[in-house]
Nanobody
C-alpha cells in the first residue's frame, strides 16, 4: 500500500520560515505529480503548490514569491519551503500525490497524507 508521510509542521512567528516534507513509499511505479494543499476549518481545501514529473511547478497566487516546492525523485519526497509566513498561512497542510502503482498491472491513483499543522502566530 502506498503511504504519504508528512513532517515538518509547527509553530512559527510571522515573517519566519518553515519547511514541510512528504515522503511516498510502497509499490510505486511512477510519481506523476505531487503537491501541497491546505485547509482551515469552515473552508474548502485549496491548492498551495504542485510539481509534476517534468519539474514544472504551479503556485496559488497567495503564496507566489514566498513558497517554493521542490522534489527529490530518488527519495520520492516533495518539500515545501515556506518563507515570509503570515498568520493567514495558518492551516493544516496536506500532501497529495498522483502515482502509478503496481508491478505487472499499472494503475493510477491519488493519495493524501494525514496532514501537518502549520501555525503562524506571535
Amino acid at each position: 500500500q502506498v503511504q504519504l508521510v508528512e513532517s515538518g509542521g509547527g509553530v512559527v512567528q510571522p515573517g519566519g520560515s518553515l519547511r514541510v516534507s512528504c515522503a511516498a513509499s510502497g509499490p510505486i511505479f511512477r510519481i506523476n505529480a505531487m503537491g501541497w494543499y491546505r485547509q482551515t476549518p469552515g473552508k474548502q481545501r485549496e491548492l498551495v503548490a504542485s510539481i509534476i514529473s517534468g519539474g514544472s511547478t504551479n503556485y496559488a497566487d497567495s503564496v507566489k514569491g514566498r513558497f517554493t516546492i521542490s522534489r527529490d525523485n530518488a527519495k520520492n519526497t516533495v518539500y515545501l519551503q515556506m518563507n515570509s509566513l503570515k498568520p493567514e498561512d495558518t492551516s493544516v497542510y496536506y500532501c497529495n500525490a498522483q502515482i502509478t502503482v503496481g508491478v505487472e498491472q499499472l494503475v493510477d491513483f491519488e493519495f493524501w497524507g494525514q496532514g501537518t499543522q502549520v501555525t503562524v502566530s506571535s
